[in-house]
């Protein structure tokens, strides 16, 4: 993706597209994520959807770590192709576990014991409450980047890259800790 300088009257539409879909996008997960939604069956495929997730997030988490390496060594091509393909990846999770949602009941947590069960809830909330903040900020992150609004993006990856990177691997915790029951 070429940096490109966006004229002020286009910036103002994709600014509405970042604020809208901040809010449909938790939304949509959450009105899936509601024991009463109907479930369509797409096939025992869909069952697999997972496992995939546990590999995006852990692929995502090594890009995130890799961008933050390689724009500390000043290699902004690298920073920007590791960047990028989080991105990508993120976008793919999403689909993933939308579609997984869409298609199976949520996976019940069956550890024993207060602190394993804390520690999971503990991650899980704060990876599902984490991943609704963080979605704006990587949209405006992506974005000022893409336009070439460099200083705009260096402020704004300092509360990006941290909440992103924590989501991704929480997101590796959650899914390793939950695996063993998924059906």
Excluded: D
């Excluded at 009105?31 to 939604?37: A, D, M, S, T, Y």
């Excluded at 993933?96 to 909330?125: M, P």
């Amino acid at each position: 993706m070429n940096q490109m300088v966006i004229p002020e009257e286009k910036q103002k539409g994709y600014l509405l597209w970042i604020r809208i879909l901040s809010v449909a996008i938790p939304l949509a997960v959450a009105i899936l994520l509601n024991p009463r939604f109907p479930k369509l069956h797409l096939g025992e495929w869909t069952r697999i959807l997972p496992h995939i997730n546990g590999l995006i997030n852990t692929a995502t988490s090594l890009l995130l770590i890799a961008g933050f390496y390689f724009v500390k060594k000043g290699n902004v091509a690298a920073h920007r192709r590791s960047m990028q393909t989080a991105f990508v990846l993120g976008s793919l999770f999403l689909v993933s576990y939308v579609l997984y949602h869409l298609t199976n009941e949520s996976t019940t947590f069956e550890g024993k014991g207060a602190l394993l069960r804390g520690f999971y809830f503990f991650i899980l909330i704060s990876h599902i409450l984490l991943s609704i903040v963080v979605v704006p900020f990587v949209l405006l992150a992506v974005y000022y980047a893409w336009s070439n609004q460099i200083r705009r993006h260096k402020r704004i990856v300092k509360v990006t890259y941290p909440l992103w990177l924590y989501v991704s691997v929480t997101g590796v915790i959650a899914y390793l800790m939950i695996s063993p029951y998924y059906a």
